[in-house]
């Protein structure tokens, strides 16, 4: 069981987000982490591979700076290599571009028999990319995966629906998107972080990939932000301190508006 | 030079269409000179009320029991090969829907821009609008001259109002050779019985969050939800520690309301979760802490301790 994880590394997203003036995109300047939405679906591989009996979790990335503090991060929790592509060209990339870029590094993984992602990023939430991916790469995919099981040959999975779940199978290889919450991403023991210093991180170029710089990156996502303005800020209104008694105001509050 | 004809993905919903396809019809006909839908599944079934929110024409995909977004992204492929390509194609941001524009985006290498909450027209192309950083700031972008304009909207992002439109023709397309993309199955349908409104189209909503300390107590946000005749809702901690699942979720990565009254109980304010409830009517927010950001845009903010603030309130209703 070969199993690729999309990893997206990003800017740590408890800091407060900025724009560059020039290219009026996210700054990702400052130090990437892994995307927690991401650890779900390393962990969701790691367990795949056990249940299987053995074979590989390989990450896939990209980073414009040749950042791969994030991807460590998943090897730490038990990937066994991974494979980032780095490269000025991928500046402004969107996920369609992005999808292109991780569509070759699955090939280049070879032989994989599932691809996981998160269901969006937490810093782009597009939520297109991976299924972007699963058609340039000519796979079924099932999206808001809270359970996934394989037999080697399908993929069975169930899938958040808006009025509960259903149960999806799809013929292997296939890509499989994970929620969040559904399996408790393991955290790396000391030993771990210190044996994913040595795990192999293949470092691509587009050119590496035979991708053509003009196809992703700022030039392949044509299209263009014309306007940032300020929202109207919403105003607080009156805050109270609980004395044992703030809940007769909020009655009185859902009373004057009819709620109650 | 105006927009030309713009098609909508209609999501199939409980026997018909989902208010988020009558929602984008609304959006779409005041942008384009004639609107026409794809839909599937029940969505068949809806041509009327598609019809009185401006729909002239309605394609259907037969999906069987295949997992629809291959199929329908196929067909919408094939009649644009058929019939010329609309200006735009609009789909709304919910489980299949985007699904469709993801599929469609790669098989005709067209950009696509999500998380749209408005369109305009400038210049015969549509312009999208997009909150960022909490909604704090809003971004607008368009596209460079590809065709047909993709655009995935945010449910919520325009009123559903009726055009007073007859139900159109519907005609049946179909998808070509899926190969291998096409074969993920349907094999059985669970629905969760839940007694109340559902969360995008309540008038209360009761949300928790991390402030509630364990898992367990999210049955008192439950009881609050239920005695307001309204839906809970979580922010993201709580869906990503796994406490609540993924449907309950308030925010940028889940659903955006606009109730009437929202109740945000032991959520600090998070950018990722205000950008999803700041179109509240009325915000009344409950934390321990006083510096939290939710206090910021909440109408009545009550600093104190949510496990002993929301009994007396459950308590106070009750013996209303």
């Given at each position: 069981m070969h199993v690729a994880v999309c990893v997206k590394q990003i800017p740590d997203p408890a800091a407060p987000g900025e724009l560059d003036a020039s290219t009026k995109t996210l700054k990702r300047a400052g130090k990437l982490v892994m995307d927690d939405s991401d650890s779900y679906g390393v962990e969701m591989a790691l367990q795949l591979v056990t249940e299987a009996g053995g074979g590989s979790v390989t990450v896939i990335s990209m980073a414009p700076n040749q950042e791969v503090k994030g991807v460590k991060d998943a090897l730490a929790m038990g990937a066994d290599k991974a494979i980032v592509v780095t490269d000025d060209a991928l500046q402004g990339s969107d996920s369609l571009s992005t999808a292109k870029v991780l569509a070759a590094c699955v090939q280049r993984a070879g032989d994989v028999d599932l691809v996981l992602a998160a269901t969006e990023s937490t810093d782009g939430y597009t939520g297109t990319m991976p299924v972007q991916l699963a058609e340039l790469l000519g796979l079924p995919s099932v999206t808001f995966a809270k359970k996934v099981s394989t037999d080697g040959s399908k993929v069975t999975v169930d899938r958040q629906t808006e009025a509960g779940y259903d149960e999806i199978e799809a013929p292997l290889p296939a890509l499989v998107t994970v929620t969040a919450g559904v399996v408790e991403p393991r955290y790396p023991s000391f030993k771990a972080i210190m044996a994913a210093k040595n795990k192999p991180v293949e470092l691509l170029s587009l050119a590496d990939l035979g991708l053509d710089a003009g196809s992703v990156g700022w030039a392949g996502a044509r299209q263009e932000i014309t306007a940032i303005t300020e929202a109207e800020a919403r105003k607080a209104g009156e805050v109270v301190e609980d004395d044992g008694e703030a809940h007769t105001k909020i009655v009185s509050y859902l009373e004057n508006l009819k709620v109650v | 030079m105006p927009v030309g004809k713009i098609w909508v993905v209609a999501e199939p919903a409980e026997g018909g269409v989902a208010t988020a396809a009558l929602e984008l019809l609304t959006g779409a006909r005041g942008l384009g000179s004639a609107v026409e839908v794809v839909t599937w599944g029940s969505g068949a079934q809806a041509a009327e009320a598609l019809g009185a929110h401006g729909a002239t024409a309605v394609f259907t995909v037969d999906t069987g029991d295949l997992l629809p977004a291959v199929l329908v992204a196929s067909a919408i492929a094939a009649a644009i090969e058929a019939k010329g390509a609309p200006d735009a194609i609009l789909a709304a941001q919910t489980y299949e829907s985007r699904d469709i524009a993801g599929r469609l985006s790669a098989k005709l290498d067209l950009p696509v821009l999500t998380n749209v909450v408005g369109l305009a027209e400038d210049g015969g192309r549509l312009v999208s609008e997009h909150a960022i950083f909490g909604g704090a700031t809003m971004v607008n972008a368009a596209f460079n001259g590809t065709s047909p304009q993709l655009f995935v909207v945010r449910p919520k992002s325009f009123a559903a109002e009726s055009s007073g439109g007859s139900a159109p023709a519907t005609e049946a397309i179909t998808a070509g050779d899926t190969g291998a993309t096409g074969t993920a199955t349907v094999k059985a349908v669970h629905v969760e019985e839940r007694s109340g409104p559902k969360l995008d189209e309540a008038a209360v909503v009761v949300s928790g969050g991390r402030g509630l300390g364990e898992k367990e107590k999210f049955d008192m946000i439950e009881a609050l939800a239920k005695l307001l005749k309204g839906a809970p809702g979580a922010s993201r901690a709580i869906v990503d520690a796994g406490?609540?699942?993924?449907?309950y979720q308030v925010g940028q990565t889940g659903k955006t309301v606009k109730p009437t009254v929202y109740i945000a109980c032991g959520?600090?304010?998070a950018t990722q979760h205000m950008v999803g409830m700041k179109g509240a009517k009325h915000i009344i927010a409950i934390n321990k802490d006083s510096e939290a950001p939710i206090f910021g845009i909440a109408d009545l903010g009550v600093v104190g301790d949510v496990h002993k603030v929301v009994p007396k309130l459950i308590e106070a209703l009750k013996a209303k």
């Open positions: - | 406490w609540v699942p993924y449907a959520i600090s304010g």
